[in-house]
């Protein structure tokens, strides 16, 4: 006996809904989402990012000698390595124009403790 035309299309929907989602579901997500384009945007990513994702960039906006007082903080307090001057000029300057302050968003000057985020000590990601 074969199953009625209305429950094998159904059954067909549902698979093919199943499907789309879990293909869906397997894209990755870009840990980089909403880093605008722009040069030193790969300096960021392969430097930053390979300790926290872009969501702490993003949250933040210093200005450039802000930036810099939170590299040369990450490098003392968190491990992050000795960057090439080159690389961290590349670093600085996209940072600065991209994450720069804002009227909205004044600047955090004082360096990483002059956000509250950085109230407690937090470890560096082992991995």
């Not at 040369?72 to 690389?87: A, I, S, Y």
């Not at 720069?100 to 560096?124: C, I, K, L, Q, V």
């Amino acid at each position: 006996m074969k199953p009625p035309l209305p429950v094998l299309r159904a059954v067909l929907v549902f698979v093919s809904v199943v499907l789309a989602a879990s293909v869906a579901w397997a894209e990755e997500v870009d840990p980089n989402a909403g880093l605008p384009q722009g040069e030193g945007r790969d300096a960021v990513i392969a430097n930053c990012t390979a300790c926290h994702n872009a969501a702490l960039i993003l949250q933040n906006r210093m200005s450039r000698s802000g930036w810099d007082a939170l590299i040369t903080w990450m490098q003392k307090e968190q491990g992050l390595w000795e960057l090439d001057p080159d690389v961290r000029k590349s670093i600085l300057d996209y940072l600065a124009k991209y994450r720069g302050p804002t009227a909205a968003s004044p600047d955090r000057e004082g360096g990483p403790h002059a956000n509250p985020m950085y109230e407690f000590h937090y470890p560096p990601n082992p991995l």
